[in-house]
């Protein structure tokens, strides 16, 4: 059985960091692409991060990009997101999610961890 | 970025009646290996964000038949041929044509 956890949210301040962990099980967790979205409190989704099963191909959305970084151990089953220089707006529940097919594919999710970053 | 734009933003269906969600992308979502990279995602109240259509119109394992999808171009359509109860939550369409990833806003299915 697929599993996706997510750990590491929590309160921080703005300018502060946080590191996402997402274990995953119940696949080869180096063949695939892993993403990250978020959700704004009472918002849509928006596509965050990708990075690919190797791990040496990452992708950002504008909102992140340089602020944020994606990586992944593949020895133990697990993608981290480092983020740096936390906004207010970057409050959301983080959602990994593994892509099938490396083109939008996401065919597991996680149960998301809530980041909000506020003084 | 490709724009994805969903309407109504919020629809009420009586149980057993039809449904229909449409998605609209700015740009055409074919791509040159000929496929269309248009997904249909189920979020149900309290839960996480659920696969429901790959590539327009391929159901994903386990969704029930009264879903599905259809399309080409920049117009798409998600069509519940009768609605249950537990189909209520937020329907997003996602394309992948290119980077990065977009949603359209979401819409709202609700059982009157």
């Known amino acids: 059985e697929v599993q996706l956890l997510e750990s590491g949210g929590g309160l921080v301040q703005p300018g502060g960091s946080l590191r996402l962990s997402c274990a995953a099980s119940?696949?080869?967790?180096?063949?695939?692409?892993m993403n990250w979205v978020r959700q704004a409190p009472g918002k849509g989704l928006e596509w965050v991060s990708a990075v690919s099963g190797g791990g040496d191909v990452t992708f950002y959305s504008d909102s992140v990009k340089g602020r944020f970084t994606i990586s992944r151990d593949n020895s133990k089953n697990t993608m981290f997101l480092q983020m740096n220089s936390l906004r207010v707006e970057d409050t959301a529940v983080f959602y990994c999610a593994k892509d099938e097919t490396g083109r939008g594919y996401f065919d597991y999710w996680g149960q998301g961890t809530l980041v909000t970053v506020s003084s | 970025d490709i724009v994805m734009t969903q309407t109504p933003l919020s629809l009420s269906v009586t149980p057993g009646q039809p449904a229909s969600i449409s998605c609209k992308s700015s740009q055409s979502l074919l791509e040159n290996d000929g496929k269309i990279y248009l997904y249909w995602y189920l979020q149900k109240p309290g839960q996480s964000p659920q696969l429901l259509i790959s590539e327009v119109s391929n159901r994903f394992s386990g969704v029930p038949d009264r879903f599905s999808g259809s399309g080409s171009g920049t117009d798409f359509t998600l069509k519940i041929s009768r609605v249950e109860a537990e189909d209520v939550g937020v329907y997003y369409c996602m394309q992948s044509k290119q980077l990065p990833r977009t949603f359209g806003q979401g819409a709202k299915v609700e059982i009157k």
């Open positions: 119940g696949f080869t967790f180096s063949t695939y692409t």
